[in-house]
């Protein structure tokens, strides 16, 4: 559609040749003049055609530059490039109505689809805030497009959950999620500003269109004669660059007008038979600037960013066809030619490059089905622990990150593929829902039972009589350990509760026996002199003499009596000093451990409130419970690691973590059986 293929010039000699007689015509626009407003015929360009002449030498060009002989390979050639200079020129057109030619700046399109909600709205702001809205209105539709599909998802499971937790009733089921409302301020902030943009450029447009066509009538004047050569030669230069600057125009009216330009340019030139050298010289200027434009499309043939050469292919047509006039006739063959060839080439590998990502996205779309059909088959597998639901969950969990950075899908299955991809998360948690709302039943008995605990606790708590009552807060501390899981959201509420009762009976129990502990008040002042003593205390550097030593210390403190509740920092103070010492012999970590802890035991073993003994028990218990966790984690990790070789350094990393984890629960267990030993003494004892 460039001039190349419209030029209806001259011959270098200034005559017009009648290519049916070969007879010489240097009249042939009088016809035109006979009808001044008459504009030009509006032409579908095709190679070979010359538009904008009258019909009878446009019928006779064709015969002329008709080739005799035209085989398919030729025609199939002149399609291609044909359809590559076509597919350029309505894009530019399309490009010029929305204005987004004047914006183009280079914003690297991201895969938000691997991109977390969050990131999402971070990207969106960083965008809202581009004044050239037209610049980045790909990304944000992307970025919209993506948010919402993970929002929708993000509600539907929390539907899910509220409809599993309210026996399928969702008819009050609500959910505010703070982020969304960012984003659809951000969002707004953004379609405002386009809205902006649109509604000033439809005004420009209509502008730009009257300008333009005002131009065509005062080139017309000028291509009917009526001022010097000279004169008129400034003239369209000035109109020829005025017409460049007017900006753009409605995409419907590009063609016709682009067309009417141009042939009253082609008729001026008509005229300038009378003077040859001006006119060669026009034409000499447009081949040397032509030619650059050719030299720079050679360039970017060869650019290995082809998506960045090919926009700017596009603006060389754009100059091409707008900025710069015709050549002489004995070059505008070969260059047109030359410049499509181009085109072709560049347009060729822009195909090449959408057709591997054709298959890049069916690559892609393979490894989304392999993950949801992942997601499917665990669902199936029959779970009946909580501990194994949590490694479920955390499969599940990790397949998600896989399908969002597995990158996108043809488009004409990618609703198709989201749908599926939702149905299977959707059928897990389906699934795991319904595990936990039977175990669920059973935790709201364990929470009645427990309440049922607390409030007799707390019924006792204020009680006078310490002899039958301690026995009975005993009994009830035991029956809590009786007692199962509660719900989670209860479970701190209902244990504070419990051992605030339990604290506040045996804290006045301990105060009114402390009241008249004469021998505790003297035990206090031995161990106080005691401890002065102890400070100079060195060890000798023989081990077992060293730790013998300790050991007699240990000894001597625990012969010298209870201390009052109230002056029972001094333990912590006696604790210190052996610290210190246990740290200049070469025990191992474990037997330094233990030793501390059976001096531990024995203190909270002094008198007759257990409760210190049951909360270190209840202490152990729980570490033994989370290290066990930490352990079926790793083991669990390692199961899904593709090369879990003995040789692997990761798996050797997270071997050394199992195994430092069962060193440490062994001494938790070991602690668990030494404080179980010495309640059953008690038990005994008191029998």
């Known amino acids: 559609m460039l001039e190349e293929k419209n030029d209806n010039l001259l011959n270098a000699d200034g005559e017009q040749l009648n290519e049916v007689n070969g007879t010489l015509q240097t009249d042939y626009t009088a016809e035109n003049d006979n009808n001044e407003n008459e504009e030009a015929p509006v032409v579908h360009e095709t190679e070979g055609q010359l538009p904008f002449a009258p019909k009878e030498i446009l019928e006779a060009a064709k015969v002329a530059e008709e080739p005799e002989e035209n085989t398919d390979n030729e025609t199939a050639e002149q399609t291609k490039s044909l359809s590559a200079v076509e597919s350029i020129d309505e894009a530019n057109a399309e490009q010029g109505e929305d204005g987004s030619h004047l914006e183009a700046e280079d914003f690297p399109m991201k895969n938000y689809e691997e991109l977390s909600m969050d990131e999402l709205a971070a990207e969106l702001e960083k965008f809202a805030a581009v004044e050239k809205v037209m610049s980045v209105k790909d990304h944000v539709e992307e970025i919209r497009k993506e948010f919402y599909s993970k929002y929708n998802h993000f509600?539907?499971?929390?539907?899910?959950?509220?409809?599993?937790?309210?026996?399928?009733?969702?008819?009050?089921?609500?959910?505010?999620?703070?982020?969304?409302?960012?984003?659809?301020?951000?969002?707004?902030?953004?379609?405002?500003?386009?809205?902006?943009?649109?509604?000033?450029?439809?005004?420009?447009?209509?502008?730009?269109?009257?300008?333009?066509?005002?131009?065509?009538?005062?080139?017309?004047?000028?291509?009917?004669?009526?001022?010097?050569?000279?004169?008129?030669?400034?003239?369209?230069?000035?109109?020829?660059?005025?017409?460049?600057?007017?900006?753009?125009?409605?995409?419907?009216?590009?063609?016709?007008?682009?067309?009417?330009?141009?042939?009253?340019?082609?008729?001026?030139?008509?005229?300038?038979?009378?003077?040859?050298?001006?006119?060669?010289?026009?034409f000499k200027h447009n081949l040397e600037q032509k030619q650059k434009i050719?030299?720079?499309?050679?360039?970017?043939?060869?650019?290995?960013?082809?998506?960045?050469?090919?926009?700017?292919?596009?603006?060389?047509?754009?100059?091409?066809?707008?900025?710069?006039?015709?050549?002489?006739?004995?070059?505008?063959?070969?260059?047109?030619?030359?410049?499509?060839?181009?085109?072709?080439?560049?347009?060729?590998?822009?195909?090449?490059?959408?057709?591997?990502?054709?298959?890049?996205?069916?690559?892609?779309?393979?490894?989304?089905?392999?993950?949801?059909?992942?997601?499917?088959?665990?669902?199936?597998?029959?779970?009946?622990?909580?501990?194994?639901?949590?490694?479920?969950?955390?499969?599940?969990?990790?397949?998600?990150?896989?399908?969002?950075?597995?990158?996108?899908?043809?488009?004409?299955?990618?609703?198709?593929?989201?749908?599926?991809?939702?149905?299977?998360?959707?059928?897990?948690?389906?699934?795991?829902?319904?595990?936990?709302?039977?175990?669920?039943?059973?935790?709201?008995?364990?929470?009645?039972?427990?309440?049922?605990?607390?409030?007799?606790?707390?019924?006792?708590?204020?009680?006078?009589?310490?002899?039958?009552?301690?026995?009975?807060?005993?009994?009830?501390?035991?029956?809590?350990?009786?007692?199962?899981?509660?719900?989670?959201?209860?479970?701190?509420?209902?244990?504070?509760?419990?051992?605030?009762?339990?604290?506040h009976y045996f804290d006045r129990l301990h105060a009114k026996r402390n009241e008249a502990n004469h021998e505790e008040l003297e035990a206090f002042d031995k161990k106080k002199e005691y401890l002065e003593q102890l400070k100079g205390f060195e060890l000798t550097g023989e081990h077992k003499t060293d730790l013998d030593a300790i050991k007699k210390h240990i000894e001597n403190w625990k012969g010298l009596g209870r201390v009052p509740q109230a002056r029972r920092h001094i333990e912590g103070k006696f604790n210190k000093i052996l610290d210190a010492l246990f740290e200049k012999l070469s025990l191992s970590k474990k037997e330094t451990e233990m030793v501390r802890f059976s001096n531990r035991l024995e203190q909270l073993s002094e008198g007759d409130d257990t409760r210190r003994l049951e909360n270190e028990q209840l202490f152990i218990m729980r570490k033994i419970d989370e290290v066990q966790g930490e352990i079926f984690q790793l083991e669990n990790n390692i199961q899904f690691i593709s090369n879990a070789k003995g040789d692997n350094p990761f798996v050797k990393e997270v071997q050394k973590s199992i195994e430092r984890h069962k060193e440490e629960l062994k001494t938790w267990k070991d602690k668990l059986k030494q404080i179980r030993e010495l309640k059953k003494q008690q038990q005994e004892g008191g029998e």
């Open 155 to 282: 509600i539907e499971e929390k539907k899910d959950e509220y409809s599993h937790e309210n026996n399928g009733d969702t008819s009050d089921f609500e959910y505010h999620y703070p982020l969304k409302s960012k984003f659809d301020a951000l969002y707004n902030q953004y379609r405002d500003k386009k809205n902006t943009h649109f509604k000033k450029l439809q005004t420009d447009l209509k502008g730009n269109l009257e300008n333009r066509l005002a131009i065509i009538e005062e080139l017309k004047n000028v291509a009917e004669g009526g001022e010097n050569i000279k004169d008129s030669l400034k003239h369209v230069s000035e109109l020829r660059e005025r017409w460049k600057n007017a900006g753009p125009i409605p995409r419907d009216k590009y063609n016709h007008v682009w067309n009417n330009f141009h042939f009253h340019i082609e008729r001026f030139y008509d005229h300038l038979h009378l003077d040859r050298e001006a006119r060669d010289m026009d």
């Open 294 to 503: 050719i030299a720079r499309v050679e360039e970017l043939v060869n650019d290995e960013d082809i998506s960045k050469a090919f926009r700017e292919l596009q603006a060389l047509h754009k100059i091409w066809k707008e900025e710069i006039g015709p050549v002489s006739r004995e070059h505008r063959e070969e260059i047109w030619n030359r410049f499509s060839e181009l085109t072709k080439q560049l347009h060729d590998k822009r195909e090449a490059l959408v057709a591997k990502s054709k298959e890049l996205e069916e690559a892609n779309l393979a490894k989304k089905k392999e993950i949801i059909a992942q997601i499917n088959a665990i669902s199936e597998e029959k779970i009946t622990a909580h501990n194994a639901w949590q490694g479920q969950i955390d499969r599940i969990e990790a397949l998600r990150e896989q399908f969002f950075k597995a990158g996108k899908v043809p488009l004409e299955v990618n609703e198709e593929t989201w749908a599926s991809f939702k149905d299977a998360v959707r059928n897990f948690n389906t699934v795991k829902n319904s595990f936990y709302k039977d175990i669920k039943k059973d935790q709201q008995e364990n929470l009645n039972k427990k309440q049922s605990l607390v409030e007799k606790a707390k019924s006792l708590q204020d009680s006078e009589d310490f002899a039958a009552t301690t026995a009975i807060m005993k009994q009830i501390q035991d029956e809590w350990k009786t007692i199962g899981h509660v719900p989670r959201k209860y479970s701190d509420s209902v244990w504070k509760e419990f051992k605030a009762a339990c604290n």
